[in-house]
């Protein structure tokens, strides 16, 4: 079945720091892949999105780019901002068949950013 | 706009009283999806409702897990005899259509602690 593994946190980091969190997935086919925020006391977000290999979703500074050779869907930021300390979710959808409305998602990743 | 909206927010349940769970999705959507968050965990897919027709329920853990959404809009999940074990957050999601092409919105979900 589809799987996705996310780097385990919590992570920590100043301002200004470059951020990265790693996501790999298992699926069958072509899934498309996506970020997404859940800040305190907020439903999930969408972040940013990729639905073919080579894609590059970017969004509010983030961006990750969709690696079919190595499965990957790495998270990265240039500068972080405290007001970016949320939890990130990496998540994968299949792009066809029976079940390509099902989000298969990591187990997250905490963030947090200090002044 | 309004986004999706969950009630109640928090709910504390003794074990073996049943609960259940409203989702009020964006107006007009036609797709609708519960997840459960454990602790520590990703959300993980539940159901899938479009408009009133039940078309995917093979996330529910148990046939003490029950959801609706009869009108094809306000969508409950209703949980009979709960267990410790059904402690998690329940999100709820709304699409504009066919949930293969366009994005999930998601609720700020509802946390059941069992006790």
């Known amino acids: 079945g589809n799987s996705v593994t996310q780097m385990e946190g919590p992570v920590t980091l100043s301002e200004e720091a470059f951020l990265t969190i790693n996501c790999t997935y298992t699926?069958?086919?072509?899934?498309?892949l996506f970020w997404y925020v859940q800040y305190p006391g907020e439903g999930l977000q969408l972040l940013l999105k990729?639905?073919?290999?080579?894609d590059k979703g970017s969004n509010k500074g983030f961006e990750a780019t969709y690696r079919k050779e190595t499965t990957s869907f790495h998270l990265e930021k240039g500068s972080v901002q405290v007001s970016d300390s949320a939890v990130y979710f990496c998540a994968l959808r299949e792009s066809s068949g029976g079940s390509n409305y099902k989000l298969t998602f990591g187990k997250g990743t905490l963030l947090t950013v200090n002044p | 706009g309004a986004g999706v909206s969950q009630s109640p927010r928090y709910k504390v349940a003794k074990r073996g009283q049943d609960v259940a769970l409203r989702c009020d999705p964006i107006s007009g959507h036609v797709s609708l999806f519960w997840y459960q968050q454990a602790l520590g965990q990703g959300p993980e897919f539940l159901t899938y409702f479009q408009n009133e027709a039940q078309l995917d329920k093979s996330g529910l853990p148990s046939d003490r897990f029950f959801a609706e959404r009869p009108e094809g809009s306000v969508s409950t999940l209703k949980i009979q005899r709960t267990q410790q074990e059904d402690s998690a957050v329940y999100l709820c999601?709304?699409?504009?259509?066919?949930?293969?092409?366009?994005?999930?919105?998601f609720g700020p979900g509802t946390r059941l602690t069992v006790t």
């Open positions: 999601a709304s699409s504009p259509e066919l949930a293969g092409v366009y994005e999930q919105y």
């Open positions: 990729a639905t073919k290999a080579d």
């Open positions: 699926a069958t086919g072509y899934p498309s």
